[in-house]
């Protein structure tokens, strides 16, 4: 079975400060994984994905994303905060092979302060 | 292109009726995804359908079902309605595992 950690279930950053976001995923089998972006009243959107082959992955909105192996981890980063940033964001995470469905974390808020 | 469309996009329902959501894919995609979202549980897998096969089935009581149409359209129905129902029930569609786009979503309101 596979799944994913979230940490921080509400982050806050100044409007031009880093953002990041932290995803541990536990998967007995190398994983795909992504991460969404939700806005208030809208689904969810894919920021970016990870399917093995680049382990730095770069999204849409100025994201990336960085695979590392040895630390299970798939965090979400972006260098400056902008105030549409604010949004809910969900990393989420599949096995490979077969029909296997995506497992989504419990999310992250993120509040931008101007 | 059209996105995913989901109909309603707002219900209120009564304990113990039953309910039919709708959901319609981005052309050409096979693969269709439910989604409960709840502020306490997050997103919960309902079931996936494929070609109107069930790929995929959550943990879900059996009051929750579902089924694909050959245009692939697909609904989901929850019979004899609880309180705890209440959500957002996203739908999303696929080409690729996991590269979904979603719906705005159907807001289930049980009263």
């Known amino acids: 079975a596979q799944s994913v950690t979230q940490l921080g279930s509400h982050v806050s950053v100044s409007e031009g400060a880093l953002v990041l976001l932290r995803c541990n995923y536990s998967?007995?089998?190398?994983?795909?994984l992504f991460w969404y972006v939700q806005y208030p009243n809208q689904g969810l959107q894919l920021l970016l994905k990870y399917t093995s082959a680049a382990t730095l992955v770069k999204g849409i909105n100025g994201f990336e994303a960085e695979f590392k192996k040895s630390e299970t981890s798939f965090h979400l980063t972006k260098p400056s905060a902008h105030m549409s940033d604010a949004a809910e964001y969900f990393c989420a995470v599949s096995l490979t092979g077969g029909y296997q469905k995506v497992t989504f974390g419990t999310g992250t808020k993120l509040q931008v302060i101007p | 292109k059209a996105g995913v469309t989901q109909t309603p996009r707002y219900l209120i329902k009564t304990r113990g009726q039953q309910v039919t959501l709708s959901c319609s894919p981005i052309?050409?995609?096979?693969?269709v995804s439910w989604y409960q979202q709840t502020p306490g549980q997050g997103l919960q897998f309902l079931f996936e359908y494929f070609s109107e096969t069930q790929r995929n089935k959550g943990n879900f009581p059996g009051r929750f079902s579902g089924r694909q149409f050959s245009n692939s359209r697909s609904e989901m129905n929850v019979s004899t309605l609880e309180l705890g129902d209440s959500a957002l029930y996203l739908c999303a569609s696929s080409l690729e595992r996991g590269d979904y786009t979603f719906g705005s979503g159907t807001r289930l309101t049980v009263v």
């Open positions: 052309s050409g995609h096979r693969s």
């Open positions: 998967s007995s089998v190398p994983p795909y």
